[in-house]
């Protein structure tokens, strides 16, 4: 049992390690791409890290949505050329909208939970009282009300 | 005049033949008991009678059983049943052949030999020699119940049927050993019985007198004591000679000296046999026990019977054995008294006064072994334990504790025992056990009433159903339960109960059974519903729809064994309907639906495993909370990322393609 666990540890171990390469190549070949992602995608990035819950569906939920909303910066990044990566970052309209897509995705992670909660315990009362209908009902045509 | 028809009378006929008019009373026809015109429907010329039985007398049932065919000079029983009687009161009635002319006792002047030999005589002793061969006796010879229909006609015996044997005797024509028995206890006897009563009947015609007249029975027990049945009853009579000594022989003590029947039929030849019976022993000086002075051993054995709390003192002080021996001289009778108390003082029981009364009984026998049997003052022959049985129970007399007692320590055995070769040990002996047997069982499936019943087959039913009803067996059972609860009564009593013990028949026998073991506070609505069904359906096929209501009534717990509300609801309102054609089959049917019960109780069993579902879901939708709450985040924050996952695939889609 021991031996297993620490296998899982060291699995999971390698491939932090493999994604830290993977991002030290992408950072090494195209630079201000990655930085502007990284600056567009930091609130996401930085909740990911603190995000404690198994599998962290804060920060993947952030992270996704922020995602969506860098993909336009990136293809105007990618048409105007690296030099244009300080300029797209420093303007608000750029990184606003990646920011609010990542607070709309934190704050998706706060709501939704509340109305699937909402919605369950609905369905829950709704299923008790058709449960007490049918005993009442069976109660009375078997009498087991006198009986009792 | 015409013959009554059946539409004419208020009853439906006795045995499907006899309809009885209670209006028309046949005055001195029925031997003392009221006797009433009857109709036999299959023959108009026929001349019946019905004689009313009283509840308290029970009907003698072998003779009613088994004596059905008619004979010369006797008037034999045709059937019993209920009918209105005097003031349309019901009644009970056994219905004979009504005898013709008038019975001997308003005839006041002597008879000549001649005529009371031809007429008479010879007349009953050929009844009696056919009564004998049919192992019955007649028990009711007296003037009032012996009949002439013309001058030189033979006489009729009348009816002896309608009470126990003997019952309504006058005192004086009684044989001595029945004379000490209680009226009712006097059993069927002998047709030696039978041949007293006919030499007292003689003497009374040949003297024109009635013997011992305005004595009651113990004078008359007193005055035969004293004198001898003979003298007593002929007293300074003058009789024909023949008359006298055919009187003597057939009034003789024992019964085995008196001459039989068919001795009777050649009247010189019976009167020449003298049969040497010993004159009893007489003491020079007499014995006082209680009110009775003794002057002989048959004296002193009824004195004890009667008193026996004198008569154990005065066998205790030795007085009686010092009578015995130095008074009476009988110094062997006085040895066997003697074994008697000291085997009673060898004996340990626990009840000091029943051991007196076994002593009693025994002592007697000794000292007289043609006395009946003496229980704490009454005696009886065991032949008469029924009807005396019967008597007591419905009297409500002290009397049946005292007869429970004798049953109970089989006094018949041990009396019996103690005569041996004058009785059947072996027969009273069973008889006895399977008396005891039954008494001891917990009523009403034994007691004192389920025995009575057993033992006078023909008693009618008592407790409430006896009450305005005649019930004397099985087939009138339903039909007079059926009127009693109309007239607001509770027939379903332990008496009921007995009755139908002792008369049950096999295809009712389990229900009966059941109903006699049940000693709960629940009516047994079952069993009786399945008894009176049978006997509708065997004896009363007309509609009870009194019966059937109250039943149906009283079967309300039994409905409560069906669960479903809706199958409940819908055989109440059908027993409901069923009670209203008031038969009682279809309700057995449908209480005791087996099919239908199985179905019932497999549905239950369903409706209770749904139910132990629904409580488990349930109590898991309300212990589930957490479980829910960490679902809803576990779904929730899936769906935003599942729909982050879209909202880039769209973007990615927009840039792609857009």
Not at chain 2, 630 to 635: E, F, H, K, T
Request: with cysteine.
């Amino acid at each position: 049992m021991a031996r297993g666990k620490s296998a899982t540890k060291e699995k999971g171990r390698g491939l932090v390690w493999g994604q830290g390469l993977a991002c030290g190549a992408c950072v090494a070949v195209a630079p201000i791409p990655c930085t502007m992602i990284a600056v567009l995608l930091a609130p996401a990035i930085f909740v990911l890290l603190k995000d404690r819950l198994p599998g962290r569906p804060v920060g993947r939920a952030m992270l996704l949505c922020g995602s969506a909303a860098c993909v336009s910066p990136i293809v105007t990044l990618w048409q105007m050329g690296g030099e244009a990566g300080f300029a797209l970052l420093s303007d608000p309209g750029v990184f606003g909208p990646a920011w609010a897509a990542c607070a709309g995705g934190w704050l998706l992670t706060q709501l939704l939970p509340v109305l699937m909660r909402g919605i369950m315990e609905s369905a829950s009362l709704s299923r008790a009282a058709r449960l007490r209908a049918e005993r009442e009902r069976l109660l009375r045509a078997w009498d087991f009300e006198r009986r009792q | 005049m015409q013959k009554p028809t059946e539409s004419d009378f208020q009853h439906p006929p006795i045995g499907g033949r006899f309809l009885v008019d209670g209006g028309k009373p046949l005055i001195g026809a029925g031997g003392g008991q009221p006797a009433f015109v009857a109709t036999d429907l299959r023959n108009a010329r026929s001349e019946c009678m019905a004689v009313e039985v009283s509840r308290t007398e029970p009907v003698r049932a072998n003779v009613m059983r088994d004596l059905n065919e008619p004979l010369e000079n006797l008037v034999v029983p045709l059937g019993i049943g209920s009918a209105p009687s005097a003031g349309g009161v019901p009644g009970l009635f056994v219905i004979c052949q009504a005898p013709r002319g008038a019975s001997l006792a308003t005839i006041a002047r002597p008879w000549p030999e001649a005529a009371l030999v031809s007429l008479v005589l010879r007349p009953i002793a050929m009844v009696l020699g056919q009564l004998e061969m049919r192992r019955f006796t007649h028990r009711a010879i007296r003037p009032n119940n012996v009949f002439l229909s013309g001058p030189s006609q033979p006489v009729t015996l009348g009816c002896a049927w309608a009470a126990p044997p003997g019952f309504h005797q006058p005192p004086a024509y009684e044989p001595f050993y029945a004379l000490m028995c209680h009226p009712a206890g006097q059993g069927d006897g002998t047709i030696a019985d039978d041949v007293y009563a006919l030499g007292c009947l003689l003497i009374a015609l040949a003297s024109g007198m009635e013997p011992l007249a305005g004595l009651d029975r113990a004078a008359v027990l007193r005055r035969k004591l004293e004198l001898g049945s003979f003298a007593a009853v002929a007293g300074d009579a003058r009789l024909p000679s023949l008359i006298a000594d055919l009187a003597r022989g057939m009034l003789a003590e024992d019964p085995d000296h008196r001459p039989t029947p068919t001795m009777l039929l050649d009247p010189v030849t019976a009167r020449g046999r003298r049969v040497a019976a010993r004159p009893p022993r007489r003491a020079p000086r007499a014995l006082a026990v209680g009110r009775t002075v003794a002057w002989d051993a048959r004296t002193l054995a009824h004195a004890v019977g009667q008193e026996p709390d004198h008569g154990i003192r005065a066998l205790r002080d030795g007085s009686v054995a010092q009578w015995l021996r130095r008074g009476l001289g009988d110094a062997a009778l006085c040895g066997r008294i003697d074994e008697l108390l000291r085997q009673h003082a060898a004996e340990v029981r626990e009840d000091g006064s029943l051991a007196d009364t076994i002593l009693a009984m025994r002592v007697i026998a000794t000292l007289e072994p043609l006395a009946p049997l003496y229980w704490r003052g009454v005696a009886f022959w065991p032949d008469g334990l029924g009807p005396l049985l019967a008597a007591a129970l419905f009297r409500k007399s002290p009397l049946l504790g005292a007869l429970e007692e004798a049953i109970g320590v089989e006094a018949v055995t041990t009396w019996a025992a103690m005569r041996e070769g004058r009785c059947e040990l072996a027969l009273l002996r069973v008889e006895s056990r399977g008396n005891q047997a039954l008494l001891r069982v917990r009523p009403p499936a034994g007691g004192a009433a389920r025995l009575a019943y057993t033992l006078n087959p023909l008693l009618p039913c008592g407790g409430a159903l006896g009450v305005g009803h005649w019930v004397i067996s099985l087939d009138s059972v339903a039909s007079a339960m059926d009127a009693a609860v109309r007239e607001a009564a509770q027939p379903f009593d332990m008496d009921c109960v007995a009755f139908l013990a002792a008369h049950t028949t096999r295809d009712v026998e389990i229900d009966v059974n059941a109903l006699a073991a049940h000693h709960g506070t629940t009516f047994p609505a079952m069993s009786w519903l399945r008894i009176l069904a049978r006997l509708q359906t065997r004896f009363a096929p007309e509609p009870m729809t009194a019966l059937a209501k109250w039943l149906v009534t009283q079967s309300e717990p039994l409905m409560a064994g069906w669960h479903n509300r809706d199958r409940r609801a819908a055989l109440a309102r059908q027993l409901a309907a069923l009670a209203e054609e008031g038969f009682l089959p279809p309700i057995v049917a449908a209480l005791d639906d087996r099919p239908g019960l199985e179905a019932d109780a497999a549905g239950t069993a369903a409706a209770v495993e749904t139910l132990a579902h629904i409580d488990a879901e349930l109590d898991r939708i309300a212990n589930g909370g957490a479980e829910r709450a960490a679902l809803a985040v576990r779904y929730g924050l899936e769906a935003t990322v599942g729909l982050g996952l879209i909202a880039l695939a769209v973007c990615l889609a927009a840039a792609v393609f857009g």
